[in-house]
């Protein structure tokens, strides 16, 4: 995994939104497949750390998913209701072409959503080749990155940069 040319300031920024009129009001939800439990956890956790950095945490919705392919319905039914979605999923590699499948439907369907209904989407899906990567990049107290923070913070600094 590679952080190489990553923002490093993403939670000063966050922070420094929290409580401007950019964030007054916003609506987010938070989308997460039920699959991973563990590598789920962290991906929420971090999502809900990054509410917290930015002042949202009580204008943050969790809503869950059977799975990460449900992910692009769910958003593309609450892109009416929410100023960003987080759309938070892990997809790991196994001897069939599923894998494939529903990484391709959940990247093209999320950004449909994103791009069709103008509402940020952050995209939190981890695409894996086996548990290790998605337990590195989960947020977890050992892991190097931390893609749940990562995702919300995306989303809801778009809609501050697009206001």
């Not at 769910?74 to 001897?95: E, K, N, Q, T």
């Not at 086996?130 to 892991?143: C, I, K, M, P, T």
Request: glycine content about 10%; overall charge negative.
């Amino acid at each position: 995994m590679s952080k190489h040319g990553a923002p490093t300031d993403v939670t000063d920024q966050l922070k420094s939104l929290a409580g401007t009129e950019k964030f007054a009001g916003l609506k987010v939800a938070i989308l997460a497949a039920s699959w991973h439990e563990v590598i789920m956890n962290g991906l929420i956790d971090g999502a809900q750390r990054a509410a917290k950095d930015a002042g949202l945490e009580d204008n943050t919705t969790l809503i869950r998913v059977p799975g990460t392919f449900e992910l692009p319905v769910a958003a593309a039914s609450l892109a009416s209701d929410y100023d960003a979605i987080i759309a938070l999923g892990v997809v790991i590699r196994g001897g069939t072409p599923h894998f494939d499948y529903v990484c391709l439907a959940a990247t093209n369907g999320l950004t449909n959503v994103s791009v069709d209904t103008k509402t940020p989407v952050g995209f939190g899906v981890l695409t894996c080749d086996n548990e290790e990567q998605g337990l590195d990049r989960a947020g977890l107290e050992n892991s190097s990155e931390d893609k749940g923070y990562e995702a919300y913070s995306a989303a809801v600094m778009t809609v501050a940069a697009l206001a």
